[in-house]
T-cell receptor, first 116, second 116 residues
């Protein structure tokens, strides 16, 4: 079975601080995908990034960066110079192929509050 | 990516009634899914909506309670039947298989349901 653990339930930072959101996953599949989604207070789920299990290159997109380490089964997300608009719940998710489709398993989410 | 819309965006319903939620995708997608997000919780997959055939339900979810239709590749409905206050949740649909990889799911804005 697949499992995603986001140990940080809630984090508060002051604007312009850097913050890292942790994600640890478990799967026996060798082919899988990892995702981060953002859920602002309005409720929609916004796709941020997808990584496949064969690509351990770290990725940077503006103030966002992701660190994927298979050795520790982690896929951490860092926001640099946080802003109030970053306040949201962030979900890490794992996708494996089952019965012809890719099914997502979500972590419990980390609620990030950025204080002005 | 796919742009997904849902109707209604929110509703307040009485116990014992039913509500049908519509999900529309702006392009053809291979897979469509329905999720439930109970207050303060993560997302739980209800079912995979199959075009022209019965949906595939996850453990704990049954067709009598959550009938799903998917008449074509861009539209699906979820009905929450005989509602109780425990059904108060956000219901989200997602789609995947738009050409950017069958594994990335894009989500609609969600339907916030309150059952009194």
């Amino acid at each position: 079975a697949q499992k995603v653990t986001q140990a940080q339930t809630e984090i508060s930072v002051v604007e312009k601080e850097d913050v890292t959101l942790d994600c640890v996953y478990e799967t026996r599949d060798t082919t899988y995908y990892l995702f981060w989604y953002k859920q602002p207070p309005s409720g929609e789920l916004v796709f941020l990034i997808r990584r496949n299990s064969f690509d351990e290159q770290n990725e940077i997109s503006g103030r966002y960066s992701w660190n994927f380490q298979k050795s520790t089964s982690s896929f951490n997300f860092t926001i640099t110079a946080s802003q109030v608009v970053d306040s949201a719940v962030y979900f890490c998710a794992l996708s494996v192929r089952r019965a012809g489709s890719y099914q997502l398993t979500f972590g419990k989410g980390t609620k990030l509050s950025v204080i002005p | 990516s796919a742009v997904i819309s849902q109707k209604p965006s929110r509703d307040i319903c009485q116990r014992g009634t039913s509500l049908t939620i519509q999900c529309q995708v702006d392009s053809q997608v291979t897979m469509m899914f329905w999720y439930r997000q109970q207050p303060g919780q993560s997302l739980t997959l209800i079912a995979t909506a199959n075009q022209g055939s019965e949906a595939t339900y996850e453990s704990g979810f049954v067709i009598d309670k959550f009938p799903i239709s998917r008449p074509n590749l861009t539209f699906s409905t979820l009905t929450v039947s005989n509602m109780s206050p425990e059904d108060s949740s956000i219901y989200l649909c997602s789609g995947s298989g738009t050409g950017g990889g069958t594994d990335t799911q894009y989500f609609g804005p969600g339907t916030r349901l309150t059952v009194l």
